[in-house]
Structure formats: structure tokens, C-alpha cells
Nanobody
């Protein structure tokens, strides 16, 4: 079992930056690929970014590519999402998720075994 706790959300002006963190506890963190998803009001949850077990591979949604950076520190059991050049359309609840052993379907929410409670990100225009 893995417990995930997100932090770092908040209110920021368009063009600003935020760094989200996801602290994991429980089973071996390095056995899980990590992903970030987001859900805006009235919309379905959507993939944002994912990182492989060792951090050697990263994947991004087209909407955030070049603006967001996902990373992980297996020793600290921590995954992070650095968000820059934020836009009002980035406003959503952001969730981190863990996928045991990882898979090629990293963008599919159903592939993930554990989820955090979410953290709100609001970008004002």
C-alpha cells in the first residue's frame, strides 16, 4: 500500500509559477511510476505528466509540454511537478498517482493504483 499526500497548490497570477509536491509513504516508492492528473470543475480528470520508476523517462500532455516539469527523488519518496507560465486554463485540482511497476498506458487514469487527495491550483487572469 502507498499513501500519497500532495502539497504546494494555491492561487497564482497568469504567467506565474508553482511547485507541487507529492510525498509517499508505505511500500517501496521506486517500484511505482508516478503521474500527475488534474480535474477542472465540470470536466473529466485529465493526464498532465508522468515519470518512470527511475525518472529516466518523462511524459507530458501537449497542453503543458514546455511549461511543466515532472521529477522524482526516490530516496526522499517524493514526486514533484514544477509549473511555469501558468494560464487560467490550468486551474484545477491536481492529483498525484502511483502505478506499480509502470506501464505504457501512463496517460490512462485507470492504470494507477493509488491516488492522493488532490491540491487546488487557481490561476487568475
Amino acid at each position: 500500500q502507498v499513501q500519497l499526500v500532495e502539497s504546494g497548490g494555491g492561487l497564482v497570477q497568469a504567467g506565474g509559477s508553482l511547485r507541487l509536491s507529492c510525498a509517499a509513504s508505505g511500500r517501496t516508492f521506486s517500484s511505482y511510476a508516478m503521474g500527475w492528473f488534474r480535474q477542472a470543475p465540470g470536466k473529466e480528470r485529465e493526464f498532465v505528466a508522468a515519470i518512470s520508476l527511475t525518472g529516466g523517462r518523462t511524459y507530458y500532455a501537449d497542453s503543458v509540454k514546455g511549461r511543466f516539469t515532472i521529477s522524482r527523488d526516490n530516496a526522499k519518496k517524493l514526486a514533484s511537478l514544477q509549473m511555469s507560465s501558468l494560464k487560467p486554463e490550468d486551474t484545477a485540482v491536481y492529483y498525484c498517482a502511483a502505478d506499480q511497476y509502470g506501464s505504457s498506458s501512463y496517460a490512462r487514469s485507470t492504470e494507477y493504483d493509488y491516488w492522493g487527495q488532490g491540491t487546488q491550483v487557481t490561476v487568475s487572469s
